[in-house]
């Protein structure tokens, strides 16, 4: 194979991955076939710089918004770094071709490459999960109701599973010229089988299914301010009050729960006088909870913590929340004893410490209410975590100011879309600036607002204790999974005579 052969492979697959988180899904069943293929005609080096190339473009296509943020640089020197899975996949499927003539051990092989990837991608507080390709199908939502056994790796999976297949019966008709679909067919009947489950899992999770159980509900109001990022706490809270609904209540009648976005006071209510006394004025007579975001100094002086706080109708506080994961290099510098030298990423002027607990908040007679904050919840274990711990219902609280109106924001709804189904929860995705929505637990948007809207969203949020598989257990499926392929691949590899390799035979052709 020629090297602009090799380029055009790549290109097309990073178009392709870059297409599939466009709301054009469809590409991603077919995104890695182009790069399989360079894999397969190529070296180990041209292998690594394939992987490199189709990296940068895959990343630089689905993460330019960064363009607006205040350190424009951070998108220049974050694309190369996020890069290194490709070259790493690239490497593992390279070994894979070389050592395993097994196609069928192939096959599982291959998702399994690009599975760990992802795995340790989302690890640790330098997470970062934008471009996991199981995001991909989030309109698909028979399907991603796997995500409530395996979390959203079993939907990659499936993706990885196609692609490696579809592969294989090309490869197999390229080198025997003769079809074989037993490949394709292994695969077709998983998909099959996990989208049937789907439906039934999504019939019996619809919002209607869910009032027939009687559930404990709550309604909400989630206050959206619109407030640009230079602009916050310029009034002393007086900026983020919504207009009345009517001229008799300043909520819809029946509210329960006033949900503000992340970050929306700075202080104590105390230190908010013309908030607190607007708060006072509605306790009066509307008796609703309030939930929102704050940024809360510690006592030792030592920094703020970013918090959320639910106060009761004496605007009592009843529970609180702080951010356990803030944004990496924007809100906080992780690790800070080893990474401190890149504090010229930082652009925030804020010491953010984080939180370390992740119970629920108890939310009157009903039951607990589970809070993520911003870029929290585009990490599957913190959701989770929270709702072992017993939330019945979670509430994401996030500020998109500083993202201008970028594609940002729709993509963190999708996160919660995802968190919604994995853990089987109703999600009130709140937003300052950015989209709101609720969520029901089969990842239907029951109601949300526009990109940049200042109004009230209200809707109904039901309390389920019931938790799935993925709450209970976590990633131990996809733990078997990695156990399973490695005892069978070892097995292969001992057993197998040894043999002439792909690529000497490759050279004798």
Not at 28 to 42: Q, T
Not at 138 to 148: A, G, T, V, Y
Not at 303 to 312: E, F, P, R, T, V
């Amino acid at each position: 194979m020629k090297n602009y052969q090799r380029l055009i492979l790549v290109l097309l697959s990073a178009l392709f991955l870059f297409l599939s988180f466009k709301e054009l899904g469809f590409f991603a069943w077919f995104s890695l076939l182009p790069f399989l293929f360079v894999i397969y005609k190529s070296n180990l080096r041209q292998t690594a710089i394939a992987g490199l190339i189709l990296g940068i473009c895959f990343f630089a296509g689905v993460t330019y918004w960064m363009v607006v943020l205040p350190v424009k640089y951070t998108w220049l020197l974050l694309t190369p770094l996020l890069s290194t899975g490709f070259i790493i996949f690239g490497i593992e499927t390279y070994f894979i071709f070389k050592k395993v003539n097994q196609r069928y051990i192939r096959i599982f092989l291959i998702p399994a490459a690009w599975l760990i990837i992802e795995f340790v991608r989302s690890q640790t507080r330098l997470a970062f999960t934008i471009g996991i390709l199981g995001y991909s199908q989030h309109n698909f939502l028979p399907l991603m109701q796997i995500s409530k056994f395996t979390g959203i790796y079993g939907v990659t999976f499936i993706i990885l599973l196609f692609n490696a297949a579809v592969f294989e019966s090309v490869l197999f008709f390229y080198e025997k010229r003769r079809a074989n679909f037993k490949f394709l067919i292994i695969s077709i009947a998983i998909l099959v089988l996990f989208s049937c489950f789907g439906v039934i899992s999504f019939n019996n999770n619809l919002n209607s299914v869910m009032e027939d159980r009687d559930l404990n509900k709550i309604e909400v109001a989630m206050v959206l301010p619109d407030i640009a990022l230079g602009y916050k706490y310029m009034e002393g809270g007086l900026e983020i009050i919504p207009e009345r609904y009517s001229a008799s209540s300043f909520f819809k009648e029946g509210t329960e729960l006033i949900v503000f976005p992340e970050s929306m006071l700075w202080g104590s209510m105390d230190e908010n006088k013309e908030f607190k006394e607007w708060m006072e004025n509605i306790e009066k007579e509307e008796r609703v909870n309030l939930l929102i975001g704050q940024y809360l100094g510690d006592e030792n002086g030592r920094g703020y913590y970013n918090s959320a706080l639910l106060y009761s109708p004496d605007l009592e506080i009843v529970g609180r929340y702080n951010e356990i994961n803030p944004v990496p290099f924007s809100q906080y510098i992780p690790y800070r004893k080893v990474l401190g030298f890149l504090k010229f990423l930082d652009f925030s002027e804020i010491n953010l410490i984080t939180g370390n607990d992740y119970d629920a908040i108890e939310y009157e007679d009903k039951g607990k209410l589970g809070i993520n904050i911003c870029y929290e919840s585009t990490i599957p274990s913190i959701a989770r975590n929270i709702r072992k711990n017993g939330a019945e219902a979670l509430f994401v609280l996030s500020d998109s100011s500083s993202l201008d109106k970028s594609i940002a924001p729709w993509h963190h709804i999708i996160f919660s879309k995802v968190r919604a189904i994995e853990n089987g929860v109703y999600v009130a995705h709140c937003a300052n600036v950015g989209i709101s929505a609720i969520i029901s637990p089969a990842g239907e948007i029951l109601a949300s607002s526009e990109l940049s809207d200042k109004e009230v969203l209200y809707g109904t949020i039901y309390l389920n204790s019931k938790k799935t598989f993925y709450s209970k257990f976590g990633d131990i499926i996809m733990f078997v999974y990695y156990i399973i392929i490695s005892s069978i691949t070892i097995f292969y590899l001992v057993s197998s005579k040894p043999g002439k390799s792909r690529v000497k035979r490759l050279n004798k052709k």
